[in-house]
């Protein structure tokens, strides 16, 4: 059975079609860069527009690229929560529309179980039960899994998400948007204990998270600086700044892999793209004898193979009504 899966909860609009094994024969993901970039952030309304315009041109080249006709689709499934609401809403009536003129049932599913499940899409086998950490531009979370759709929440940030701090630290050094590849770009320049950060949320037994005093430290050792910067400031501020966010993300993980007993740490989300994050949990996972699944770079950041998540709804009965809403958070 070939399955649609809808992704427009932030500024990707992304569809992709795969199997009920689940195997992803498509992906297609059109970012909205070009829309937010002058703004320096993702513009609620001016991504609901985006997507409006793009959701079907993306639905069709995914079908293409996967090789099939609509009419060939079992199912639809959404991510319909979390998110931007108005994004959120341009997904959930695509779909909505498409189950109805297909006579296929609708699914809706969840964002994170979604960003989680793009680890078991890399893996041979179960990745279930595990700890997970999703760390986005949206989110930063420590997840207790049982299975791909039973999970509790037992770490998240207080404030910023990690990705929402790298973005912000890569405007303040005019490194432009979206942030993070910038600013590891730059990071890979500098040396990472030319400036000593603060970590937020210091206390080892604290499973949460806070990136808003490291922002502010940021903004505050850059007043002192005399202006311009330099090339060589900037990529040892970037440099500093990424390692006291990685080194934050990596003491809760070892944290909570310790309180849980888990044997095996996902992580997914737009941040895990990040090379110093990667390496730093590999080690981490080493020292504790613990399997690491890091969710495949094309699957970090926000898509719609993650809503592939929706076989093991289906696989439950876990069928939506047509009344299915966008919940925001
Ligand atoms: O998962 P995602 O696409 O959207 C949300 O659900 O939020 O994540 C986007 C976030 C942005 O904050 C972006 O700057 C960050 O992921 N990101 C990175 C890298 N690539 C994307 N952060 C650090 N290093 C990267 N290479
Ligand atoms: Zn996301």
Not at 27 to 40: L, Y
Not at 46 to 73: K, S
Not at 181 to 189: F, G, Q, T
Request: hydrophobic share 45%; with cysteine.
């Amino acid at each position: 059975m070939f399955l649609l899966g809808i992704e427009s909860s932030c500024d990707e609009t992304a569809a992709s079609v795969f199997t009920d094994e689940p195997k992803i024969l498509s992906s297609v993901v059109a970012s909205q860069d070009r829309f937010h970039s002058r703004f320096g952030g993702v513009v609620p309304e001016v991504a609901a527009r985006a997507h409006l315009t793009q959701i079907i041109p993306v639905f069709r080249q995914a079908l293409a690229e996967a090789g099939i006709v609509a009419r060939d689709l079992g199912a639809v499934a959404v991510q319909n929560r979390p998110g931007l609401v108005g994004s959120l809403l341009i997904g959930v009536s695509a779909a909505k529309m498409i189950s109805v003129a297909l006579g296929i049932p609708l699914i809706g599913v969840d964002h994170i179980e979604g960003h989680v499940y793009s680890c078991q899409l890399g893996s041979q086998k179960s990745i279930f039960p595990c700890l997970a950490l999703i760390v986005s531009g949206g989110h930063t979370l420590l997840l207790d899994c049982q299975t791909a759709t039973q999970s509790r929440r037992i770490g998240q940030t207080r404030d910023d998400a990690a990705g929402e701090a790298l973005d912000k630290a890569a405007a303040m050094l005019g490194l432009g948007f979206p942030g993070g590849p910038a600013l590891e770009r730059m990071a890979n320049k500098g040396n990472p204990k030319a400036f000593l950060f603060p970590l937020g949320m210091p206390q080892e037994s604290n499973p949460d998270f806070s990136f808003s005093g490291l922002k502010t430290a940021l903004l505050y050792t850059i007043r002192k600086l005399d202006q311009p910067l330099s090339e060589m400031q900037k990529a040892d501020l970037a440099a500093s700044f990424l390692q006291a966010v990685v080194q934050s993300l990596v003491r809760k993980c070892k944290f909570a892999l310790k309180a849980t007993g888990h044997k095996r740490l996902a992580v997914g989300g737009g941040v895990a793209v990040n090379g110093l994050l990667r390496s730093q949990l590999t080690d981490l996972a080493t020292t504790l004898g613990v399997e690491l699944i890091l969710a495949p770079v094309a699957w970090c950041t926000d898509n719609a193979a993650m809503a592939a998540v929706s076989v093991e709804y289906l696989r439950q009965g876990k069928i939506s009504p047509p009344d299915l809403d966008a919940l925001p958070l």
